[in-house]
């Protein structure tokens, strides 16, 4: 897969993962396992999506 569309692709996957983690938290009881999950997930591919970005420009 070409850099551009893996970030691209990453880029959608954090929106996706950050539209469950508001609908999990507006929950009346949300699942904090779950919470947590989703939220190491999202940074995961934030990091990563980090290092394809700087490795583009170098």
Request: charged share 50%; no cysteine; glycine share 0%.
């Amino acid at each position: 897969m070409p850099l551009h569309a893996r970030i691209v692709s990453l880029e959608e996957r954090h929106a996706a993962l950050e539209r469950r983690i508001l609908d999990e938290d507006s929950r009346p009881r949300p699942d904090e396992r779950e919470l947590a999950r989703l939220k190491r997930e999202k940074l995961r591919i934030k990091e990563e999506m980090e290092r394809l970005k700087t490795a583009r420009t170098h």
